[in-house]
């Protein structure tokens, strides 16, 4: 009886997380459509600094996840297949993954169980994320080539990851 009421325990503290719908996105987001995205930094893989403005006049990708979070699991491989695969060689296109609030050492070994080639970076303490949202993964972000956020979404469904995909492919048509 007690490892049951752990296990709903856990259910309930881990989906105050993780969401898998997409209901409490104007609650919970700090960055409506149509507004300019926040600028930060981050560091990258080998160590560099980069920031957002980097990629101004490119189609930007954010997304925020966590390695413990089940819809965010649900939602990577399909980033990795449907999207990166397809749009890895797009001068136009860049896709930033942030694990919140992991180190690099845990997104790299991350990387390396899952097999994942698309750019993973970690945002300890939650920098970055907390200038986008206050709760709930997985997020994504699409931000245009002049820098507005033009598609947001929270928690994973099969609709809105189409709703993304859809989306992106007419952000790159411009």
């Given at each position: 009886?007690?490892?049951?009421?752990?296990?709903?325990?856990?259910?309930?503290?881990?989906?105050?997380?993780?969401?898998?719908?997409?209901?409490?996105?104007?609650?919970?987001?700090?960055?409506?459509?149509?507004?300019?995205?926040?600028?930060?930094?981050?560091?990258?893989?080998?160590?560099?600094?980069?920031?957002?403005?980097?990629?101004?006049?490119k189609v930007?990708?954010?997304?925020?996840?966590?390695?413990?979070?089940?819809?965010?699991?649900?939602?990577?491989?399909?980033?990795?297949?449907?999207?990166?695969?397809?749009?890895?060689?797009?001068?136009?296109?860049?896709?930033?993954?942030?694990?919140?609030?992991?180190?690099?050492?845990?997104?790299?070994?991350?990387?390396?169980?899952?097999?994942?080639?698309?750019?993973?970076?970690?945002?300890?303490?939650?920098?970055?994320?907390?200038?986008?949202?206050?709760?709930?993964?997985?997020?994504?972000?699409?931000?245009?080539?002049?820098?507005?956020?033009?598609?947001?979404?929270?928690?994973?469904?099969?609709?809105?990851?189409?709703?993304?995909?859809?989306?992106?492919d007419k952000?790159?048509?411009?």
């Amino acid at each position: 009886m007690k490892k049951i009421i752990l296990f709903i325990l856990a259910l309930s503290f881990n989906y105050g997380f993780c969401q898998d719908s997409n209901n409490d996105y104007m609650k919970t987001s700090l960055v409506q459509l149509k507004q300019t995205a926040p600028e930060f930094s981050f560091t990258t893989s080998d160590g560099k600094k980069a920031k957002l403005s980097d990629f101004k006049g490119k189609v930007i990708l954010i997304n925020f996840f966590a390695t413990w979070c089940g819809p965010c699991l649900q939602e990577m491989p399909l980033i990795e297949n449907e999207i990166w695969n397809k749009l890895k060689d797009n001068p136009d296109f860049v896709l930033l993954s942030l694990g919140r609030d992991h180190s690099q050492a845990e997104i790299d070994k991350f990387i390396e169980q899952k097999k994942f080639t698309f750019p993973i970076y970690a945002d300890k303490g939650k920098v970055v994320y907390s200038l986008f949202a206050k709760q709930y993964i997985p997020r994504n972000y699409l931000i245009d080539k002049k820098g507005e956020v033009i598609y947001a979404s929270t928690g994973f469904s099969m609709e809105e990851f189409e709703d993304l995909k859809i989306t992106l492919d007419k952000l790159l048509k411009k």
